[in-house]
């Protein structure tokens, strides 16, 4: 009963052909998940901008078109007098009679004598029709004057007497916004006269109230009270002594290290006794003449002095062209790198985030894009990136980056005091968001920041730029290098899986932009980490009106051409450029064929399989190693699908005459390919005919030394569907297959039970009845394998689990039944041996 039994048991092999109710080979490699390959590729490489400018070399923007990155600036380029509002409007003077200044740092010349009284009939004409206005322009900066005791003396004696205005007076008040944080009092507004270094404090007759009100004239205030005798007193205790410091050096010179080093800390000291007493921003009466003196400064041309300088004058609140020109002083430093421990030695990096949240987008744009090319290049750098992030950096960017967008949208408005909202201020806003998502992209670049791209909301405000800007290639590439760098790992690709606006976004760019390939190859290599992760993630792509059809557009433009390999040089370049963006755009449609639906349909897609191919006939696996293995990968994808509207098996002999010439190569990744397709491709009979023919048989059975568990397990998947027909079984065991198999098991099972489940299978089919020799051998390696408590376990508990599962499910069954076969044909043999 036992031999009928045994009889019936071989009458089968294991796996049989297309029709049979047992599992097929390429099931089974499916149960193991090692069938259907899910491809990875490098990131593209993006170069640092060494030369560190506003806009790299492979910007798009032409030269006359955008702001530029070197300029020179002086003490003539800032304006003395800050307090006019930021539109520039000048406004006219005001009738008064000019008095000896109170303050000790105006109105003395360089001899030490006053300056002389105008004619009376010049400027005290109240009585016959006004004042002849008069317009100043700005003019370049003069040393401050020294203090001289006759200076002391006049002060002293003008503090108590009320001076005396004309009748008419300016009662306009504007409201001044701090761009350090914060709005102060609103003032009286009003133009200098001639007399350029007066500083008489004003009463108006008209207002008898006016006496008990802070007025304030250039920062100038009415010094009658108790208050203006305070500050006088700080003014010669604290702040003169320092502005004398700054006289005593003379710009145009070369200066010392000592020099720089001495006006550094007396920036400090200014700033920091300032701060004390409260009178940082506009709140200091004499604050026009510490930024004289502060400006005159900048000419020294030390990179040192002027990031200490443009704290200070950022705390001062200057607006307006200052801010502008103080922003674009920080940005020249911010070019060379050896200024950036510069900036990790002082706070100024506190001062440009402040800026970005507080300077409207529309008048201050320009202020803007400079703070942000300075954020910019410093987060290039490794520990002033780690600084910025650990001051919100990235909070802050978005936050402007969504104001930018509000600025430009649809439902921006339509007009405002400083621009209208449409060409220009897109323009505009589309450099300043070059600068953002250039920062954005290197602070990708920091593990300990993707909490905070996954936490504030980045991927959607990011997807957003990227669409209102879709003709901008910069922002574009820019956002592409920001998703190509976050997707490759798991929590940031699985949060950006979930946006299913992105793969719409992706699609349209990669049709609008299909020449431009630096951007083509990011978005590719995105698109393909998402493919990766999930079905749900390859559903979204593919389900994408048109989705199939952009990507084999592509295919068709970067193929390469078909011509002899030499002349492969002058069509693709020395550095085959093509070659990178097609090996992302193969891997794409390789991890969407893992869904079912979706590889169906690309197996049965003509245009789809031709261009496989024709990347494997004209490229060989020395000159494009990573193209053919990954063209070769998918075509093993799509073999796996055993429809009959695949073209993949409907073309398997040319297939096949395509994977000798992998197998024959030098590579072991495109040998395992080869031989992974061949393990699908060998359920066809006229494939497994093919095998025999050329011998591919004997070199997959050579595979079998192989010390990598993956070249094992596809040669056991080859040579399980050879074994089928019973006219190959001879021919495997006499090129050594069965010895070669169990060594397999017995080097390979306690690490890989479903290997070990598969080289049982294998052997399954290869042994003949009668067949004596191994047997023991075997029976004995099954025995010790199917004793769990024989085997040892990883002390890991998860590891564990996980082994006794693949032990229980894959190996055990296979193993208890190839056993049972081998033990009643051991029983067999016995009388015979018995007998002779």
């Known amino acids: 009963m036992a031999s009928l039994e045994h009889k019936r048991d071989k009458q089968e092999p294991f796996y049989v052909s297309h029709g049979a109710k047992r599992q097929t080979s390429a099931e089974i490699v499916k149960e193991a998940q090692r069938s259907l390959r899910i491809l990875s590729t490098q990131r593209p490489f993006t170069p640092r901008d060494e030369l560190r400018q506003l806009f790299g ?12 990155s070197s300029f020179s600036l002086h003490a003539r380029n800032f304006e003395t007098s800050d307090s006019r509002p930021s539109s520039g409007t000048r406004l006219s003077p005001l009738e008064h009679k000019p008095r000896l200044p109170l303050s000790l740092d105006e109105g003395c010349n360089e001899g030490g004598t006053t300056v002389p009284k105008p004619p009376v009939d010049r400027l005290d ?45 300016s009662t306009e008040h504007l409201q001044h916004f701090d761009p350090m944080g914060a709005r102060i009092e ?3 507004e009003t133009q200098e006269t001639p007399m350029k270094h007066s500083g008489i404090p004003r009463t108006s007759r008209a207002d008898p109230h006016m006496k008990e009100t802070k007025t304030e004239v250039y920062g100038h205030e009415d010094l009658t009270g108790s208050h203006a005798t305070d500050e006088s007193a700080f003014w010669n205790s604290e702040v003169l002594p320092v502005l004398q410091e700054f006289e005593t050096v003379t710009p145009g010179g070369s200066v010392s290290e000592k020099t720089v080093q001495h006006m550094c800390d007396a920036c400090t000291a200014l700033h920091d006794v300032l701060a004390e007493k409260g009178m940082l921003g506009r709140r200091f009466k004499k604050r026009t003449s510490i930024l004289r003196a502060l400006f005159r400064l900048i000419d020294l041309g030390s990179d040192q002095l002027n990031l200490t300088l443009a704290k200070l004058i950022l705390a001062l609140s200057i607006s ?28 100024i ?4 985030l402040l800026l970005l949240q507080c300077e409207d987008v529309y008048s201050s744009g320009e202020t803007l894009l400079y703070s942000m090319g300075s954020l910019k290049l410093l987060s290039g750098n490794c520990a002033l990136s780690r600084m910025l992030l650990a001051k919100d950096f990235i909070r802050v960017l978005l936050q402007l980056a969504q104001r930018l967008i509000q600025s430009t949208g649809p439902n921006a408005p339509s007009d405002t005091d400083h621009i209208v909202a449409g060409s220009g201020q897109h323009v ?39 669409d209102h800007h879709q003709d901008d290639p910069d922002i574009c590439l820019n956002v592409a290098r920001i998703f190509s760098k976050l997707s490759s790992y798991a929590g940031c690709c699985y949060a950006l899986a979930e946006m299913p606006c992105c793969y719409r ?28 992760r999930s079905n749900e993630a390859r559903e979204n792509m593919y389900k994408e009106e048109g989705a199939v059809d952009i990507l084999l557009g592509l295919f068709q433009s970067y193929k390469p051409a078909a011509v002899a390999p030499k002349s492969l040089q002058d069509i693709w370049g020395p550095q085959h450029e093509n070659e990178d963006l097609l090996v992302k755009l193969i891997r794409v449609l390789a991890n969407l064929s893992i869904h079912p639906t979706i590889g169906i349909a690309l197996a049965s897609n003509a245009l789809c399989v031709q261009l496989l191919l024709e990347v494997m006939e004209v490229r060989s696996v020395e000159e494009s190693t990573e193209l053919i293995v990954n063209a070769s990968a998918t075509i093993n994808n799509l073999s796996y699908y055993q429809e009959e509207s695949s073209v993949v098996r409907a073309q398997h002999t040319h297939i096949s005459q395509l994977l000798v010439r992998l197998l024959l190569s030098s590579n072991m990744d495109a040998v395992l390919e080869a031989t992974r397709v061949f393990g699908n491709l060998s359920q066809i009979k006229d494939v497994r005919l093919f095998i025999i023919k050329n011998k591919v048989h004997q070199f997959v059975v050579t595979l079998l030394d192989s010390k990598n568990p993956d070249v094992c397990f596809s040669a056991c998947g080859v040579l399980m569907n050879l074994s089928v027909d019973s006219e190959n079984r001879a021919m495997l065991r006499k090129e050594g297959a069965i010895h070669k198999l169990i060594d397999c098991l017995r080097d390979f099972g306690p690490q890989d039970w479903q290997l070990a489940g598969l080289v049982c299978q294998t052997l399954w089919n290869c042994i003949e009845d009668g067949e004596a020799q191994y047997m023991l051998e075997l029976l004995e390696i099954l025995c010790l394998y199917s004793d769990q408590k024989c085997l040892r376990w990883p002390s890991s508990d998860d590891v564990k689990e996980y ?15 190839l056993k049972k076969r081998i033990q009643s044909h051991v029983t067999l043999l016995e009388p015979i041996s018995e007998a002779s």
């Not at 020294?146 to 108590?160: A, F, R």
């Open 505 to 532: 976004l992706f699609l349209d760019l990669l049709s609008k932009h299909s020449r431009k390939q630096d951007l083509v190859v990011r978005l590719l290599f995105t698109l393909g980490n998402l493919a990766a």
């Open 349 to 352: 990096i506190d001062s440009l």
């Open 125 to 169: 004409k109240t009585g016959s029709g006004g004042t002849r206005s008069r317009r100043l322009r700005t003019r370049s900066l003069t040393r401050l004057p020294p203090m001289t005791q006759h200076s002391k003396v006049l002060q002293t004696e003008d503090c108590h007497k009320p001076p005396k205005l004309s009748k008419q007076r």
């Open 428 to 466: 505009i806003a589309g450099h300043i968001l070059v600068q953002l998502t250039a920062a954005l992209r290197n602070m990708a670049d920091l593990s300990e920041s993707r909490s905070d791209f996954l936490f504030n909301g980045v991927f959607s405000t990011l997807c957003t730029v990227m």
């Open 320 to 347: 307006g062209n200052n801010l502008l020109n103080i922003c674009k002083l920080i940005f020249k430093i911010s070019r060379s790198p050896s200024n950036d421990v510069l900036f990790q030695n002082n706070s």
């Open 186 to 188: 609103a003032f009286p």
């Open 803 to 817: 082994l006794e599962s693949c032990w229980e499910l894959d190996f055990l069954p296979v193993a208890q039944k």
């Open 57 to 68: 070399d492979t910007s798009v923007r032409t030269r006359d078109g955008r702001p530029p």
